[in-house]
């Protein structure tokens, strides 16, 4: 075996560097601790060494051998564990089609982390760990060290914050980020939207974790979910702004409100109050309803990208891709000895399908693969699986079932939109508006097209508006047309 080469810093510096960021990552070798936006990740140790020994030579090939020796000392192992470990590291990471790139595979050599990384000599991860509910720190508020774009600039003052910490990274979703991240910075008023499930709350808050460079006057959540009407929101918002600091109060700050669609009529007129009077806010909605305020701008959640039938063959290809990414975290935390294997990508595939790649049903089929396996879940999904009624665990009670999180909709709408989408439910596939109109001939059709624009509005129809020459086309998630049938008809 070749000799190892020392290696010599770049500057003489008294202790190796202890902690070191890129992309969202801050990993920490004294306290073997790796952040995502400010919130633990949870790793394997063998995963971690690796990681530690890649980034603390990022930039050079670190030999297969060497990784060998030092993550399993004494022991001799496959090259197979290690080829493992480093799959499982980059799924940990988001290496994806599109996502960032952090370890290369030198063939012949050995592996280079290849991200720009910085070192930090004395830094301390546990500042940016989450917020009051992972310190339980009295105000709620944590001084965070700055990440992302403004990590580059050590010297920058620490963001406030009182974000809530997050138990689970999220998969995928770089293209939102990023337009997120185009957007809330420059623009006053922001709405994340789309149908429940679909992640708005995990992509804002994880977000918010990383652009807390750009609001010194800091990022302020407020959930709204078990609020109502317009003084529990003044209160649950003005709790989260009271934290702010008060010396310069024009500089920029960031209140992300989040699950807004109950009360979205209450919450515009505070937004808009908010925004009038407070010359530094920016603000970031999200809710299944637009505000529809002057100066809002709207993302769209769509579903997470799910591969067609032929496209995977292999769990390597179909690892590429978030709704499986999302699938296999999940089915691994429901059952310890889950292993993703080539024959069960196409199986996985098709899971993600039936479930129109929708986080929330990911997750809720992926916890059942403990009981049934990956082929038995799929059996069942064709065969009476309760998609509606299965209940998970450790979630609030309109997360509980598919159901409850439908109901949460289905619940506001009026008798003709609840008419409306039951009918639709009888569309196997999209459909435009004369399908509509000759489905149901007896009603004015201005009262269907209000009643189809109400239904897009709150994200229960999805709309393809340049669907073709023959105008927009308009479907519904899977989920929501085997809920919708399960409603009788109301006239
Ligand atoms: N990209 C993702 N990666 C990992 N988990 C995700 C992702 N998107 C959503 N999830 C998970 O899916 C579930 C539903 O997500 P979330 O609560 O963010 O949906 P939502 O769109 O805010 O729904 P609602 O409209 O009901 O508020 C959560 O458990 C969340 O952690
Ligand atoms: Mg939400």
Known sequence: MKPVSPQLPRRPIVHPPSEF?????????????????????????????????????????????????????????????????????????????????????????????????????????????????????????????????????????????????????????????????ALVPAERLVTLTGPGGMGKSAVALAFAGRVLGDFPNGVWFADLSSVLGPGQIAGAVSHALALRPTAQPDRPFLLVLDNCEHVITDVTALVATLMRDLAGLHVLVTSRQALQLGGEVLVRLAPLAVPGPAEVQTAADALRHPAIQLFVERAAASEARFEFEDTHAPVVADICRRVDGMPFSIELVAAQVDALGVHGLLDRLDDGFPL??????????????????????????????????????????????????????????????????????????????????????????????????????SD
């Open 388 to 489: 509606l009624t299965q209940a998970r665990r450790g979630v609030p009670e309109r997360h509980r079932t598919l159901k409850n999180l439908l109901d949460w909709s289905f619940d506001t709408l009026a008798a003709p939109e609840r008419a409306l989408l039951k009918h639709a439910s009888t569309f196997g596939d999209s459909f435009d508006q004369n399908a509509l109109f000759k489905l149901l001939p007896c009603h004015p059709r201005e009262g269907v097209l209000r009643s189809l624009s109400n239904l897009v509005s709150r994200s229960m129809v999805d709309v393809d508006v340049d669907a073709g020459p023959a105008g927009a086309r308009y479907r519904l998630l899977e989920t929501t047309r085997l809920y919708a049938a399960t409603k009788p008809h």
């Open 21 to 181: 960021s890129f992309g969202p990552f801050r990993l920490s070798v004294e306290r073997r601790r790796l952040l995502e936006d400010g919130q633990p990740v949870r790793i394997g140790s063998r995963a971690l060494d690796l990681l530690t020994l890649l980034v603390e030579r990022a930039g050079r090939v670190v030999g297969k051998e060497e990784l060998m020796a030092k993550v399993w000392p004494g022991s001799v192992v496959e090259e197979t564990s290690l080829r493992f470990h480093i799959t499982t590291l980059r799924r940990l990471l988001g290496e994806g089609a599109d996502g960032p790139r952090y370890i290369a595979n030198i063939s012949g050599r050995g592996y280079c982390f290849v991200a720009e990384t910085r070192a930090d000599e004395g830094g301390n991860v546990d500042d940016i760990a989450g917020g009051a509910d992972v310190r339980g720190g009295g105000s709620g508020v944590v001084e965070a060290k700055e990440k992302t774009k403004a990590m580059s600039t050590s010297s920058a003052p620490p963001t406030p914050h009182n974000l809530p910490a997050r138990l689970t990274r999220v998969v995928g979703r770089e293209d939102e980020f990023r337009r997120l991240q």
